[in-house]
């Protein structure tokens, strides 16, 4: 008798087959066999699956067109592995080094949180901060850095290149990324192993473990840059804001640990903003993309028209 094998509708046929093949190629899955296919939610760059073999559940990425371009593989398969050995993230069964392809332990009985998570239950902002805390004083050593200054300016010159269009205001964000240059340069961060990339939809709770996955842009960076990405994909207030960094530091806050997160959440969002239009550069869909950035653009000017960047800049001093 045969099993029918189950699969979400809205799948291409050509992801089937690329998730068919892959599997196939795997020695861990040899004796396996494919019973149903389901999309998994988040990510812009990725096409990510739940994909059921032999009754055991795995999480499937199927890497973006164009990302080796710009992301360090090998480093993500050594940084996520260390993640995983210390039970942050999720473990790894499988990757391709030279696509960016992977194969995980699926974290069965969870839910993926999301924006409204966060916002409705303080504790979810005070197990996020645990979490980050965990990692970042866990004197492991990434072998990839995530600067993003460099990489802004990496992502500037891609589109010089491409000789593509960039938002109105782009000198002003300009120079306050070089301000924040000169500030760093006198006054360097703290390095620590970073995520860089952690939406709400990368943290899982099975009521056992609270994991953070996808550490693709994972590198060394200074760790407040985590939390203010958090911070803005979780739509915080400046009231849960503070909560978030007092559970972090374990105390009352200084200004310039305030201001730092303020500086990071403007270098976050500034990123972003080049990346999404690089995307556009690649070929990807303008309708999805330029808007995203552009959001992200007028969230960072935002924070130079009321004048917050510059009193944080200050403040780090």
């Known amino acids: ?10 799948i291409s046929m050509e992801h089937i087959g690329r998730i068919y093949k892959m599997i196939s190629e795997i020695p861990f899955f040899n004796e396996g ?17 739940k994909v059921t073999i032999s009754e055991v559940t795995y ?3 199927l890497a973006g067109a164009g990302t080796m371009e710009y992301l360090n593989r090998p480093a993500e398969k050594h940084n996520a592995q260390l993640m995983a050995d210390i039970q942050i993230s999720a473990p790894i069964i499988y990757y391709d080094e030279t696509t960016g392809n992977q194969v995980c332990k699926y974290i069965d009985d969870c ?31 990434f072998i990839s850095v995530f600067n993003p200054l460099k990489e802004i300016d990496a992502y500037i010159q891609l589109l010089a290149e491409k000789n593509f269009e960039f938002y109105e205001g782009a000198e002003t964000m300009k120079e306050k990324v070089e301000e924040i240059k000169l500030l760093f340069k006198n006054n360097p961060p703290p390095q620590a192993p970073c995520h ?17 996955i996808d550490w693709e842009y994972g590198g060394m960076n200074d760790p407040l840059f985590d939390l203010g990405a958090l911070a803005i994909e979780a ?10 960094l007092k559970e972090y530091y374990g105390g009352d806050l200084t200004e310039k640990q305030l201001g730092s997160l303020i500086i990071n959440k403007f270098l976050c969002d500034a990123l ?28 960072a000017y935002a924070l130079i028209h009321n004048e917050s960047l510059d009193r944080a800049i200050k403040a780090n001093q």
């Open 235 to 244: 739509e915080l207030t400046d009231e849960q804001e503070r909560f978030f």
């Open 111 to 141: 839910i993926t949180l999301h924006i409204k998570d966060f916002q409705e239950e303080d504790r979810y902002l005070s197990m996020a901060a645990h979490v980050f805390k965990k990692y970042h004083d866990c004197q492991k050593e």
């Open 59 to 61: 999480a499937v990425r």
């Open 1 to 10: 008798m045969t099993e029918p094998i189950m699969i979400e509708p809205s």
């Open 272 to 299: 972003w903003s080049y990346w999404a239009v690089l995307q556009i550069a690649m070929g990807k869909s303008r309708e999805e993309y330029w808007p995203y950035g552009l959001n992200r653009f007028n969230r």
């Open 196 to 212: 860089n990339d952690p939406l709400c939809e990368n943290w899982l709770d099975d009521k056992k473990n609270f994991y953070l």
């Open 33 to 49: 066999r494919i019973s149903a296919i389901e999309i998994l939610p988040g990510g812009l760059t990725n096409s990510n699956y």
